[in-house]
């Protein structure tokens, strides 16, 4: 245990391994009547939550454990006490509401802490903080667009003064909704490329006459936890000239040997423009950002809608937040711990996989529904991810791992997967699916 010292002069405390409380993060309890509702597929209520005394009147069974493998909170910082006391100070000390939007008078000196912090991580002049990644995703989108009609005599851009925007076909809903937004305004033109395709994406590129041009991605796409070609995107930005955007949402505090994210673990931070991430899923907080340059941030408090008409963060989040980036860097042993489970679930099940989150592609609606029937009667949270959320007969389990399972909780899974699936007949092809937009 050590104390590490912020910039304000806060201590925060440290810890150099995995303490009893983590293990709160991936261990949960769901009452009796929405484990049933689950069981038959009907939404539930949330009767009675996560929580509560596991045995009711007569020793009677009024809760389910379960062991989650279908989170985000990838480094089990949600129940990290340090953050929670940052949060809890922060609330003795100016309540809870933010009081508005950020460029009226949400904006305090945690959330300026917490934007240097990640600006730092990421590497870049400057950092805003969204309320949500959703929307920090749709503000950098829309305020993309706005260069054309800012730049356009008419106010109107033609057709060649148009930005031209190339997307992964699979990329994140946030990313689309904001291009559709762009789009709609008449900015944008909307050029997909199959996932992960350089060459296809090369060829759009090639034979593009609008001068503006950017490249949007995911960096480790949500859904079959592949990572961008990374080093290719940066060869293609050399040689093309354009903007590129990254959705680091999965990747920030997980990769990288500092939590820089994807580009870090690439080598190439440089040749990222806009840096778009999360606080909901690995920081576990709530919040959104986008780490780009000076003008980057200015353009985008100006023209994002979603950032300018949203209330700012609660000050106890930016200052829940601030402490989990600082955690995030000074406990290495939970990026170490969450590879390591990544490496145990491919030598233990033979599936290859390429980050923490595994998808288990298995066909149609009903086979996915068996498997996470199966898994939630063995005590396990594994979700049947199904259309709209993937295209049709791609239909799978979604596992991800955290820093804060154990080598035996894998295994454990391991054992009940194989009960209600063949890991040999699993598929994994994202590039041949549909694409979103």
């Known amino acids: 245990m050590a104390r590490s010292r912020g910039d304000e002069g806060d201590e925060y405390e440290v810890f150099d391994g995995m303490r009893q409380w983590d293990?709160?993060?991936v261990e949960v309890s769901v009452s009796i009547p929405t484990f049933q509702k689950w069981l038959h597929d009907e939404p539930s209520n949330g009767e009675e939550g996560f929580s509560g005394d596991a045995l009711g009147e007569g020793g009677k069974e009024r809760f389910k454990k379960?062991?989650?493998?279908?989170?985000?909170?990838?480094?089990?910082?949600?129940?990290?006490?340090?953050?929670?006391?940052?949060?809890?100070?922060?609330?003795?000390?100016?309540?809870?509401?933010?009081?508005?939007?950020?460029?009226?008078?949400?904006?305090?000196?945690?959330?300026r802490l917490l934007e240097s912090s990640l600006a730092e991580l990421k590497k870049k002049e400057d950092c805003l903080v969204c309320p949500t990644g959703f929307a920090a995703n749709m503000a950098a989108m829309v305020a993309i667009g706005s260069v054309a009609s800012l730049l356009a005599e008419s106010g109107k851009p033609l057709e060649n003064e148009k930005?031209?925007?190339?997307?992964?076909?699979?990329?994140?809903?946030?990313?689309?909704?904001g291009i559709r937004l762009a789009e709609r305004q008449g900015n944008v033109e909307v050029f997909v490329y199959r996932h992960c395709d350089m060459y296809h994406l090369n060829s759009l590129l090639s034979s593009c006459k609008m001068k503006r041009k950017v490249v949007v991605t995911d960096s480790l796409f949500s859904m079959d936890g592949d990572f961008a070609p990374m080093e290719e995107l940066s060869q293609l930005r050399k040689k093309h000239g354009f903007l590129l955007a990254i959705?680091?949402?999965?990747g920030t505090f997980v990769c990288g040997e500092n939590g820089g994210g994807v580009a870090e673990q690439f080598?190439?931070?440089?040749?990222?423009?806009?840096?778009?991430?999360?606080?909901?899923?690995?920081?576990?907080?709530?919040?959104?950002?986008?780490?780009?340059s000076k003008k980057w941030k200015q353009l985008i408090q100006s023209r994002g809608r979603s950032f300018i008409f949203s209330t700012a963060i609660p000050v106890p989040m930016a200052a829940a937040a601030y402490a989990a980036v600082v955690v995030a860097r000074k406990e290495g042993w939970r990026r170490k711990a969450i590879w390591e489970r990544v490496k145990?679930?491919?030598?233990?099940?033979?599936?290859?996989?390429?980050?923490?989150i595994i998808s288990l592609v298995v066909g149609n609606q009903a086979k996915a529904l068996q498997g996470s029937r199966y898994l939630l009667k063995s005590g396990f949270h594994v979700m049947a991810i199904r259309p709209p959320t993937v295209p049709p007969n791609s239909c799978r389990l979604r596992v991800t791992l955290s820093a804060t399972h154990t080598t035996e909780d894998v295994k454990k899974l391991i054992t009940a997967l194989s009960s209600c699936l063949e890991f040999r007949n699993i598929t994994h092809i994202p590039s041949s699916l549909s694409p979103k937009l």
């Open 23 to 25: 293990r709160t993060s």
């Open 66 to 111: 379960l062991l989650l493998f279908s989170g985000n909170d990838y480094l089990g910082l949600s129940s990290h006490p340090t953050i929670a006391n940052a949060a809890a100070s922060a609330v003795q000390e100016y309540g809870m509401g933010p009081k508005g939007s950020a460029l009226i008078c949400g904006y305090t000196n945690y959330h």
């Open 163 to 177: 930005v031209a925007v190339f997307s992964d076909a699979l990329n994140h809903a946030s990313i689309i909704d």
């Open 247 to 250: 959705d680091d949402a999965h």
């Open 267 to 292: 080598n190439c931070e440089a040749d990222v423009d806009l840096c778009v991430g999360t606080l909901s899923k690995a920081a576990g907080c709530h919040g959104g950002f986008i780490a780009c």
């Open 344 to 356: 145990e679930f491919e030598a233990l099940s033979g599936v290859q996989i390429s980050s923490p």
